[in-house]
């Protein structure tokens, strides 16, 4: 996928965000693209989230803007904010599950936000979301608490879908699970993006992630982004970046997965 053929469907202009003294953003630009998967990096405290937050209207810059869809999100009165808001969907590090409620309720509950459904067209809608986001229907009644991690967060991806978002913005999806959980997370957002048509922005530290599902990843480096195909970030003289897809563990990946993509042999 190339980049520049595709429509822009979110565009962050000379982003600045400072907190007193200390400024996480400066002047940062980032484009995403239309289908597209971009998986955000970046060390300890560089401002993952708080770019995040920001593009979510969860925080308002110090400079700069973020337009969704042609939209500049700061400049948005609530009740067009709200309808924006419900062409995203968001899964949070946690999954951010409200523990009270069943699994089936936690899904249903931005139909109830957002919608005049009434409950049974809600229930149904939930229940193929759960199953959509590869959890069988006996789930929907239990509590978070008696969910595995990689259950609680496909349930929370189910939340995350459950008003036909264009855009899904996942933080850390993967974070906490063991590989093989985490491997079927990534086969199912690829399917995903692939069924539904879906424009997806990653914050990860995943490195298998990042090779296998991510079209562009983008670094925030010197509180700017550096953007690329993997390739390109490959190939990039900035030592920083170097350092990041040149040590052992990236080498390692790189290597699983060109052994897994590669054809099998002929008898």
């Given at each position: 996928?190339?980049?520049?053929?595709?429509?822009?469907?979110?565009?962050?202009?000379?982003?600045?965000?400072?907190?007193?003294?200390?400024?996480?953003?400066?002047?940062?630009?980032?484009?995403?693209?239309?289908?597209?998967?971009?998986?955000?990096?970046?060390?300890?405290?560089?401002?993952?989230?708080?770019?995040?937050?920001?593009?979510?209207?969860?925080?308002?810059?110090?400079?700069?803007?973020?337009?969704?869809?042609?939209?500049?999100?700061?400049?948005?009165?609530?009740?067009?904010?709200?309808?924006?808001?419900?062409?995203?969907?968001?899964?949070?590090?946690?999954?951010?599950?409200?523990?009270?409620?069943?699994?089936?309720?936690?899904?249903?509950?931005?139909?109830?936000?957002?919608?005049?459904?009434?409950?049974?067209?809600?229930?149904?809608?939930?229940?193929?979301?759960?199953?959509?986001?590869?959890?069988?229907?006996?789930?929907?009644?239990?509590l978070p608490s008696s969910l595995s991690g990689g259950m609680i967060k496909r349930?929370?991806?189910?939340?995350?879908?459950?008003?036909?978002?264009?855009?899904?913005?996942?933080?850390?999806?993967?974070?906490?699970?063991?590989?093989?959980?985490?491997?079927?997370?990534?086969?199912l957002l690829l399917e995903l993006r692939h069924i539904l048509g879906l424009t997806?922005?990653?914050?990860?530290?995943?490195?298998?992630?990042?090779?296998?599902?991510?079209?562009?990843?983008?670094?925030?480096?010197?509180?700017?982004?550096?953007?690329?195909?993997?390739?390109?970030?490959?190939?990039?003289?900035?030592?920083?970046?170097?350092?990041?897809?040149?040590?052992?563990?990236?080498?390692?990946?790189?290597?699983?997965?060109?052994?897994?993509?590669?054809?099998?042999?002929?008898?």
């Amino acid at each position: 996928m190339t980049g520049t053929s595709k429509r822009a469907v979110i565009e962050v202009r000379n982003l600045t965000n400072a907190f007193g003294e200390n400024t996480v953003h400066e002047n940062l630009n980032l484009t995403l693209y239309q289908d597209e998967i971009l998986g955000i990096i970046g060390g300890s405290g560089s401002g993952k989230s708080v770019l995040l937050r920001t593009m979510l209207g969860l925080h308002r810059p110090s400079a700069g803007e973020v337009c969704i869809d042609g939209h500049n999100l700061h400049e948005l009165d609530a009740a067009a904010a709200r309808e924006l808001e419900k062409t995203w969907g968001v899964l949070f590090q946690d999954g951010a599950l409200f523990s009270g409620l069943s699994t089936l309720d936690n899904v249903a509950f931005p139909l109830r936000e957002y919608t005049q459904l009434d409950d049974g067209a809600i229930e149904n809608i939930a229940l193929f979301k759960l199953q959509t986001a590869g959890l069988e229907p006996d789930v929907a009644d239990r509590l978070p608490s008696s969910l595995s991690g990689g259950m609680i967060k496909r349930a929370g991806l189910a939340r995350a879908l459950a008003l036909d978002p264009k855009i899904l913005f996942l933080d850390e999806p993967t974070a906490g699970l063991d590989p093989l959980a985490a491997a079927a997370f990534d086969d199912l957002l690829l399917e995903l993006r692939h069924i539904l048509g879906l424009t997806v922005i990653i914050i990860t530290h995943d490195l298998d992630t990042l090779v296998r599902v991510c079209d562009r990843i983008a670094m925030i480096i010197d509180k700017k982004i550096i953007s690329g195909t993997l390739a390109e970030m490959m190939a990039s003289d900035h030592s920083e970046v170097r350092e990041y897809f040149h040590g052992t563990r990236m080498h390692a990946v790189e290597t699983l997965h060109a052994q897994t993509q590669a054809p099998a042999l002929k008898g």
